[in-house]
Nanobody, 120 residues
């Protein structure tokens, strides 16, 4: 069973930056693709960034050019660097492990989430 623990959320002013981390248990981390999701108040959870086992990345349009997903297989960790944050980025952020063929296919491995609040 894989366990995921997110960290790095907090309160930040518009235009600021945060880096989220997601630490995974287990020895098969490098065999999984990974994704970051977010869920804003009153909205559905949405996939915002993915990274394959070969470190190919994809982003939803709303974060493209501002967010960067990366992974460190030696540390079993996925990161989400968030720059130029906007109030609409306020959400609980979740990481996930899955598979990536034609599109990202999430496995039922979720962390507890980390809250990001962008406000002045």
């Amino acid at each position: 069973q894989v366990q995921l623990v997110e960290s790095g959320g907090g309160l930040v002013q518009p235009g600021g930056s945060l880096r989220l981390s997601c630490a995974a248990s287990g020895r098969l981390f490098r065999t999984y693709a990974a994704g970051w999701y977010r869920q804003a108040p009153g909205k559905q959870r949405e996939l915002i960034a993915t990274i394959s086992t070969l470190e190919n990345t994809n982003y939803t349009d709303s974060v493209k050019g501002r967010f960067t997903i990366s992974r460190d297989n030696a540390r079993n960790t996925v990161y989400l660097q968030m720059n130029s944050l906007k109030t609409e980025d306020t959400a609980v952020y979740y990481c996930n492990l899955g598979d990536y063929t034609a599109k990202y296919d999430p496995y039922p491995y979720w962390g507890q989430g980390t809250r990001v609040t962008v406000s002045s």
